[in-house]
Every structure is written in structure tokens, then in C-alpha cells.
């Protein structure tokens, strides 16, 4: 069992930046897909960002040119920087982790850090 650690969320004003983390306990993370996605009051969870464990990455529209996803190998940790912060990105931001194996894609998930922008 993967467990998925986030840390970094809080309060910033619109226009700033945040850096969120993602711990993972596993000694395979180089295998994994890591993913961020964000849920808001009343929605559903989206995708924001993903990187393949080869470091391939893609982002949601809403984020592109704002957001970026990256991994450290050594450290089992997946980041998201978050520049230009505005008001509607303001979320449960979840972190995600993907091993596909024989059996399937698995999918292990963080318990969610909080990121509210606003003035």
C-alpha cells in the first residue's frame, strides 16, 4: 500500500505563488504516473497536471503557462509550482499516483491539501 503525503497548501493573495508536495512511501516511484488534481466546492475533481514516469507532463488548460509539474526521483516526490495564483484556482488540491501493472492501472491518492487564493 502506497501512501501519498501532501504538503504546501495555504492562503495567498491572487497573483502569488504556492509550491505543493508529494510525498510518496514506495521504493518503485521511478514506475509510477504522478498527477495533481484539484477539487472546488461543489465541483468535480479535475486533472490539473500529470507527469509519466518517464517526465512527459501535461496540464489542464486552466493552468498552462502557470503551473508546473515536476518529479524527484531520489526523493519520491512530485511537485506542483504554482505562479500567477488567481481566485478560481482556490481548491482541495489532491495528489495521484498511477502504477500499471499486469493486472491494471491501481491508483493511489493523498488526503488533500487546502490552497485558497484571495485578497
Known amino acids: 500500500q502506497v501512501q501519498l503525503v501532501e504538503f504546501g497548501g495555504g492562503l495567498v493573495q491572487p497573483g502569488g505563488s504556492l509550491r505543493l508536495s508529494c510525498a510518496a512511501s514506495?521504493?518503485?516511484?521511478?514506475?509510477?504516473?504522478m498527477a495533481w488534481y484539484r477539487q472546488a466546492p461543489g465541483k468535480q475533481r479535475e486533472l490539473v497536471a500529470r507527469?509519466?514516469?518517464?517526465?512527459?507532463?501535461n496540464y489542464a488548460d486552466s493552468v498552462k503557462g502557470r503551473f508546473t509539474i515536476s518529479r524527484d526521483t531520489a526523493k519520491s516526490t512530485v511537485y506542483l509550482q504554482m505562479n500567477s495564483l488567481k481566485p478560481e484556482d482556490t481548491a482541495v488540491y489532491y495528489c495521484?499516483?498511477?502504477?500499471?501493472?499486469?493486472?491494471?492501472?491501481?491508483?493511489?491518492w493523498g488526503q488533500g491539501t487546502q490552497v485558497t487564493v484571495s485578497s
Open positions: 495521484n499516483g498511477r502504477l500499471t501493472d499486469r493486472a491494471g492501472p491501481k491508483d493511489y
Open positions: 514506495t521504493s518503485i516511484f521511478m514506475l509510477y504516473g
Open positions: 507527469i509519466t514516469s518517464g517526465g512527459s507532463t
